[in-house]
């Protein structure tokens, strides 16, 4: 039973640079799978000898309603209940926001591991960049480069460790 990873957060963060870098192995496989619907993005990534299911929840970015009420789309929501792991991503360059801090909250009630992934961070001093995320609460957050590939494979280590 391959896992099944989650790629959370607000837009413009780079959920799809990363799906993208997950994917595409020589034997990866970009599809919509019979069964699922064909609004996710789904695709096979690999760590080592371990492959499992990514799924880029990009189509389904937090929506503003009016404003005032602020919530993840439904098909997120289930997104996260169906994964068992999920990587919330952030943007190191323009820092936390409050979207950062509302997908965190919904984040915070789910039972599945949530791997705060702090994205954009080619040639930024980890420390620094990582610094003001640990607000969210979320652990120790683990700064990448999806675009260069910097900390990618210690993240997915991290996230697939248990599997
Ligand atoms: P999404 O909306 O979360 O799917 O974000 P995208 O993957 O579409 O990326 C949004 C923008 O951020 C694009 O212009 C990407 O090229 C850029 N981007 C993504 N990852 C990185 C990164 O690691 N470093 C930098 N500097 N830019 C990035
Ligand atoms: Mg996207």
Redesign the pocket.
């Known amino acids: 039973m391959k896992a099944t990873v989650a790629?959370v957060?607000?837009?413009?963060?780079?959920?799809?640079?990363?799906?993208?870098r997950l994917t595409r192995s020589r034997d990866a496989l970009v599809a919509d799978l019979p069964g699922l619907t064909r609004d996710r993005h789904y695709g096979i990534g690999r760590v080592g000898e371990k492959p499992y299911l990514v799924v880029?929840t990009?189509g389904f970015?937090p929506v503003v309603d009016e404003g005032i009420l602020f919530e993840m789309a439904k098909q997120t929501l289930q997104a996260v209940d169906e994964a068992d792991a999920i990587v919330f991503?952030v943007?190191g360059?323009n820092g936390l926001t409050p979207q950062d801090k509302i997908i965190a909250n919904r984040l915070r009630q789910t039972s599945r591991p949530v791997f705060l992934a702090v994205?954009?961070?080619?040639g930024m001093n980890r420390a620094i960049v990582a610094a003001e995320f640990y607000e969210l609460g979320l652990g120790d957050p683990l700064v990448?480069?999806?675009?260069?590939g910097?900390g990618v494979r210690d993240l997915m280590d991290m996230v697939l460790e248990p599997f």
């Open positions: 790629l957060g607000r837009p413009n963060v780079g959920k799809s640079t990363l799906f993208n880029d990009g970015e991503l943007d360059r994205n954009k961070a080619e990448i480069s999806a675009a260069h910097d």
